[in-house]
């Protein structure tokens, strides 16, 4: 295999082995926190023990730079791999160089957003990393599928980071809330965020099985060139293949 292919598969690998089960555990404990949360309301006790809060946000803000993490990887080995095949260093070096500051800035604003604690400040750095994770994604080289955008694993995935910095930066403001308004935002938007990962699993799944591995990639180009996907082509062997037998 070489060094593409390698890079490719650490997207979907990440995804499988650390992503879909954290989002499996965060989402076990919501169930959990809520389900207390009412029964100690309306029973005054609950058999869940206190310990699932803690763990559906410490889970969580992982969550937030898993999914991040995630999504600057795809989008990376799209505009990277766009780079040097059209060999932009060489034509616009500045370019380059932008879209590389562009991907520290998502990072680090986002860290910095792990810190800060005032509301502005919290505002102020979940813009900045939700910016720069737009402004990625739309470089040339994302497939981004936009004619057919309520089937495109880039939308949704896209979606689905900036709803988790949103649960990151108002983090604070869900236990501050007395009216529960922002805890309702915040199980609105992530039931929401819940089946985008659902999509995210599906359309991505599909995108490992449309992009070629380096040794495919030239005969997979041709059957796309002749239009194979929406009509019959006929494949024909070459002069010094031995036939079949
Ligand atoms: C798919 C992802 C997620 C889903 C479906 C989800 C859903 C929920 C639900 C249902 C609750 C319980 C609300 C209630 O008490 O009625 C909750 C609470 C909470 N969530 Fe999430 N959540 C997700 C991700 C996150 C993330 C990424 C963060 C932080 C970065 C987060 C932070 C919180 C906090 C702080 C609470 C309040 C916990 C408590 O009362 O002890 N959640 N979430
Ligand atoms: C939380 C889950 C996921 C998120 C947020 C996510 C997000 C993204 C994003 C933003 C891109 C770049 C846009 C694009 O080129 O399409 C991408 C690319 C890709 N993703 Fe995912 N993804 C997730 C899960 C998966 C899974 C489970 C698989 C496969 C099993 C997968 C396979 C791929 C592949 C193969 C690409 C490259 C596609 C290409 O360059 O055309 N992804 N992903």
């Not at 994604?137 to 689905?160: A, E, F, K, L, P």
């Not at 495919?216 to 002069?239: D, F, G, H, M, W």
């Amino acid at each position: 295999m070489e060094l593409r292919d390698v890079i490719l598969l650490l997207h979907p690998a990440i995804a499988v082995i650390i992503v879909f089960p954290l989002i499996g555990i965060v989402i076990n404990r919501a169930f959990q926190v809520r389900q207390r949360r009412l029964e100690t309301a309306t029973e005054g006790k609950s058999k869940i023990p206190p310990v699932v809060g803690q763990e559906h946000v410490k889970l969580g803000r992982a969550l937030t730079a898993a999914v991040v993490g995630i999504v600057l990887i795809g989008l990376a080995f799209g505009i990277y791999g766009n780079i040097l095949e059209k060999q932009v260093w060489t034509k616009t070096p500045v370019k380059v160089i932008l879209i590389t500051l562009f991907f520290v800035a998502a990072i680090a604003s986002l860290a910095l957003l792990y810190k800060a604690s005032d509301k502005m400040w919290r505002g102020i750095f979940a813009t900045l990393s939700g910016i720069a994770i737009v402004v990625l994604g739309c470089q040339d080289g994302v497939y981004r599928q936009t004619n057919q955008w309520y089937i495109s694993h880039y939308y949704y995935g896209v979606t689905v980071a900036l709803l988790m910095i949103f649960s990151l930066a108002i983090l604070p403001d869900i236990y501050k809330d007395k009216t529960n308004r922002w805890r309702t935002v915040h199980i609105t938007l992530n039931s929401i965020a819940a089946l985008m990962f659902i999509a995210q699993g599906i359309t991505g799944s599909l995108a490992l099985l449309e992009v070629p591995l380096s040794w495919q990639e030239s005969y997979v180009n041709k059957l796309y060139e002749q239009q194979c996907q929406i009509k019959p082509c006929t494949i024909i062997q070459a002069p010094n293949m031995p036939k079949k037998p």
